[in-house]
């Protein structure tokens, strides 16, 4: 099994570029988006989404991808069964 | 290595994909019933794609070496119309004695609606009155995490269901663990755009081990690939995993959950 320098090293080119990917993206918005009030509600959330997920990928631990995707599920509430009345 | 594609939806392939999954080492596939890319519009729409499922791919796939087996359902997107849901439960017995039928399946949630857990309770007492195997479909995208947690929440309220029976599929990593701690099998969907990729699917092989975990394309009418089974393969042996590990994963798994149904007649290459 591959040590973690040599998973690194095998995995270097690949995050750059998809860490590329994401920046140019970012720059892309920003330069389409002339003042912060074009986003609707609901692409203002989705932007504060982004934010929020790079802050977990800059945090530490090894869940990273769980609590990311966590960020971007829906809320499961215990209750639903009452609500749907099953 | 001879693998088994326990998720696979070849009605939406073509005969040239049968060809490569033969040539790629699949020697069988279990294909669940599931939504054809449009909403049919009554029962005999179901009556003749249970047909299709039952008799036309298993001849197609015998062509090239491999046993199809196959899930009866209204799929989870369709039961959001409950009396066309209703009949078409109603009509599944007539299918569900022919010799490729592993259970009910894929039925789940879609968007978590109050008509799909209506129709889903309907398909488990199916399956129930039945003795079958169930395959479990769990939402996409945001909608996952909560249908899969209400899903759970309903197989886990029946006491008639055997969770060893049980393959609840499209886990990923927010999802995987709740499903194999409850004692489920739990199937990872390698999806080119929406699920996960060979690379997260071995590293949750690494941090869950290879217990009650299935791997899958979906292969459907979506983008997806059907050899995606292959890359999880050539991923894992790029990381230096053993081939008792690999085979285990794509082959022994799914043998040993399908062997529950007393339909899985299946026979290995010698
Ligand atoms: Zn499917």
């Given at each position: 099994?591959?040590?973690?320098?040599?998973?690194?090293?095998?995995?270097?080119?690949?995050?750059?570029?998809?860490?590329?990917e994401?920046?140019?993206?970012?720059?892309?918005?920003?330069?389409a988006?002339?003042?912060?009030?074009?986003?609707?509600?609901?692409?203002?959330?989705?932007?504060?989404?982004v934010?929020?997920?790079?802050?977990?990928?800059?945090?530490s631990?090894?869940?990273?991808?769980?609590?990311?995707?966590?960020?971007?599920s829906?809320?499961?509430?215990?209750?639903?069964?009452?609500?749907?009345?099953? | 290595?001879?693998?088994?594609?326990?998720?696979?939806?070849?009605?939406?392939?073509?005969?040239?994909?049968?060809?490569?999954?033969?040539?790629?080492?699949?020697?069988?596939?279990?294909?669940?019933?599931?939504?054809?890319?449009?909403?049919?519009?009554?029962?005999?729409?179901?009556r003749?794609?249970?047909?299709q499922?039952?008799?036309?791919?298993?001849?197609?796939a015998?062509?090239?070496?491999?046993?199809?087996?196959?899930?009866?359902?209204?799929?989870?997107?369709?039961?959001?119309?409950?009396s066309?849901?209703?009949?078409?439960?109603?009509?599944?017995?007539?299918?569900?004695?022919?010799?490729?039928?592993?259970?009910?399946?894929?039925?789940?949630?879609n968007?978590n609606?109050?008509?799909?857990?209506t129709?889903?309770?309907?398909?488990?007492?199916l399956?129930?009155?039945y003795?079958?195997?169930?395959?479990?479909?769990?939402?996409?995208?945001?909608?996952?995490?909560?249908?899969?947690?209400?899903?759970?929440?309903?197989?886990?309220d029946?006491?008639?269901?055997?969770?060893?029976?049980?393959?609840?599929?499209?886990?990923?990593?927010?999802?995987?663990?709740?499903?194999?701690?409850?004692?489920?099998?739990?199937?990872?969907?390698?999806?080119?755009?929406?699920?996960?990729?060979?690379?997260?699917?071995?590293?949750?092989?690494?941090?869950?081990?290879?217990?009650?975990?299935?791997?899958n394309?979906?292969?459907?009418?979506?983008?997806?690939?059907?050899?995606?089974?292959?890359?999880?393969?050539?991923?894992?042996r790029?990381?230096?995993?053993?081939?008792?590990l690999?085979?285990?994963?794509?082959?022994?798994?799914?043998?040993?959950?399908?062997?529950?149904?007393?339909?899985?007649?299946?026979?290995?290459?010698?």
């Open positions: 099994m591959q040590n973690a320098e040599e998973i690194l090293d095998g995995t270097f080119l690949e995050v750059r570029a998809k860490l590329l994401v920046a140019a993206t970012l720059d892309r918005i920003e330069r988006q002339g003042d912060a009030g074009d986003f609707s509600d609901l692409s203002k959330k989705r932007r504060e989404k934010d929020q997920a790079i802050g977990i990928l800059l945090s631990g090894s869940d990273r991808a769980e609590r990311l995707q966590k960020l971007f829906r809320e499961y509430e215990d209750a639903w069964r009452n609500d749907f009345g099953i | 290595m001879d693998y088994i594609d326990p998720h696979i939806h070849m009605v939406s392939r073509t005969t040239d994909d049968y060809a490569t999954l033969a040539r790629m080492g699949c020697v069988a596939m279990s294909e669940p019933a599931f939504w054809a890319g449009f909403d049919r519009g009554s029962v005999d729409g179901f003749d794609y249970f047909h499922l039952t008799d036309v791919e298993p001849k197609r015998a062509q090239y070496g491999i046993q199809h087996f196959t899930w009866l359902c209204i799929n989870a997107k369709e039961a959001e119309n409950v066309l849901s209703r009949d078409v439960i109603a009509m599944i017995p007539e299918f569900i004695d022919r010799p490729n039928v592993l259970g009910i399946g894929e039925i789940g949630l968007k609606t109050k008509n799909e857990a129709v889903f309770l309907e398909h488990l007492d399956a129930v009155k003795q079958q195997q169930i395959l479990i479909h769990t939402p996409h995208l945001e909608d996952k995490y909560q249908g899969t947690r209400m899903i759970l929440d309903m197989l886990c029946d006491q008639r269901i055997d969770p060893t029976r049980v393959l609840v599929d499209h886990v990923e990593e927010h999802t995987i663990s709740e499903v194999l701690d409850r004692g489920f099998w739990a199937g990872m969907t390698l999806y080119p755009v929406t699920k996960c990729t060979p690379e997260r699917a071995a590293d949750m092989i690494e941090q869950v081990g290879g217990e009650r975990l299935l791997v394309s979906a292969g459907d009418w979506g983008p997806s690939k059907p050899t995606a089974v292959p890359d999880l393969i050539f991923e894992m790029r990381r230096g995993h053993s081939e008792t690999i085979r285990k994963v794509v082959y022994d798994n799914p043998i040993a959950f399908f062997s529950q149904s007393q339909n899985f007649s299946f026979k290995p290459r010698t």
